[in-house]
């Protein structure tokens, strides 16, 4: 499994709404492949969670599989982002 480097950049994806719109159509149009496997995880203003595991592959150990190996690229990111 290949997994491609993307940079973290928070500032510019405030915008829950406009960013979930903006990948959709990144995947529509091809500038994103297609999603195999997808997790989200979303905390409202009054503290609740929810987290939605999604794509033709999304069973709960691809899920959860993906969500860590998420959560360790967004900690590499945030560790070089120190070190700079």
């Known amino acids: 499994m290949a997994a491609k480097s993307l940079e973290f ?39 609740r969670i929810e987290v939605f595991g999604f794509g033709p592959k999304a069973d709960d150990m691809q899920s959860l599989a993906l969500f860590r190996l998420g959560e360790q690229k967004l900690i590499e990111i945030i560790l070089e982002g120190a070190e700079g």
């Not at 406009?18 to 959709?24: D, G, N």
């Not at 500038?31 to 009054?46: D, L």
């Open 9 to 47: 950049k928070p500032e510019g994806w405030r915008d829950a709404v406009r960013t979930l719109r903006k990948i959709a159509d990144d995947q529509e149009s091809g500038e994103r492949e297609a999603c195999s496997v997808g997790v989200m995880g979303i905390r409202s203003e009054s503290g």
